[in-house]
Nanobody, 127 residues
Framework: VQLQASGGGLVQAGGSLRLSCASSGRTFSSDAMGWFRQAPGREREFVAGISWSGGSKNYADSVKGRFTISRDNAKNTVYLQMNSLKPEDTAVYYC?????????????????????WGQGTLVTVSS
């Protein structure tokens, strides 16, 4: 199983980035997916999650209205569109997959609910 995150980079405050996470080695369409982030000196925190069906999406309060999670099952990819970026969004962003097929995660913000993790992609927002 591999999760390959990409799309990070340096952007000015107010700008946008789109992160991608390509999955291989699993039936992607059966997996709930999530995005987490970790800033230096801080714990990993939940950013957004999407159910395996795509019908349920959840966001951290800090990103609601600015970030959008989506998935393209034909491309085995989950996306995180990030708009109106702020310096406090600076972090390494990780994608994660629930290893239980067709499972609805009750605690989407709990990293222990996810079985597979990507390597992370760095997002730096300058002020």
């Amino acid at each position: 199983v591999q999760l390959q995150a990409s799309g990070g980079g340096l952007v000015q405050a107010g700008g946008s980035l789109r992160l991608s996470c390509a999955s291989s080695g699993r039936t992607f369409s059966s997996d709930a997916m999530g995005w987490f982030r970790q800033a230096p000196g801080r714990e990993r925190e939940f950013v957004a999650g999407i159910s395996w069906s795509g019908g349920s999406k959840n966001y951290a309060d800090s990103v609601k209205g600015r970030f959008t999670i989506s998935r393209d099952n034909a491309k085995n990819t989950v996306y995180l569109q990030m708009n109106s970026l702020k310096p406090e969004d600076t972090a390494v962003y990780y994608c994660a997959a629930d290893g239980r097929p067709n499972h609805y995660i009750m605690k989407v913000a709990d990293p222990h609910e996810y079985d597979y993790w990507g390597q992370g992609t760095l997002v730096t927002v300058s002020s």
